[in-house]
């Protein structure tokens, strides 16, 4: 009897959690091998850091957003707007291919990318695949690869940001179209 009760219980216990697994995970779409793919299919570490993120994390340069994430360490030559190297999980920086919307910025020689040129507030996602399968990238993207997707504008917009020690910002966005 005491076998029964307890099998019971035991089956009991289970079933909610099998229901609180059954909800819907969401579907990440990356360009790790230069076309859309979902996550899950690739074979290498991806980290995807989204425009609701960036904002959550209330960073004024990229340089800054990039070091809080794992496996890349940032060094700045100076302060803020200052040259940043970027290493991903230690290599040099020229072992690291830096795209904006899937087109090389990085000199391919040094490795050495002006960070503090790409505004935040015109980030949409960033992507970072770590390891040897970026390699597909090219030989100067053994380390990973850094692609920016730039967000698409549908309006002027204008940021004025200020902070503590005398911080003061202004970015200012325009869109511009075709007219045929």
């Not at 899937?102 to 390891?131: H, Q």
Request: net charge positive.
């Amino acid at each position: 009897m005491f076998k029964k009760s307890a099998l019971t219980t035991a089956l009991l216990a289970v079933l909610p959690f099998s229901a609180l697994c059954a909800q819907d995970i969401e579907h990440i779409t990356i360009t790790a091998n230069k076309f859309e793919q979902a996550s899950v299919d690739t074979l290498t570490s991806v980290t995807v850091v989204e425009r609701a993120e960036i904002e959550r994390a209330n960073v004024r340069d990229l340089p800054t957003l990039l070091n809080n994430l794992a496996g890349i360490d940032v060094v700045r030559s100076g302060g803020y707007g200052q040259k940043a190297s970027v290493f991903v999980r230690g290599a040099a920086t020229k072992y690291t291919l830096v795209l904006v919307d899937g087109v090389r910025i990085s000199d391919a020689n040094s490795g050495d990318v002006s960070f503090t040129n790409i505004p935040v507030n015109s980030i949409e996602r960033v992507e970072v695949l770590k390891g040897a399968r970026a390699a597909i990238h090219g030989s100067d993207a053994v380390a990973g690869v850094i692609n920016i997707i730039t967000r698409e504008q549908k309006g002027h917009q204008l940021a004025l940001t200020s902070g503590s020690r005398n911080y003061g910002g202004l970015s200012w966005l325009v869109s511009l179209r075709q007219i045929n």
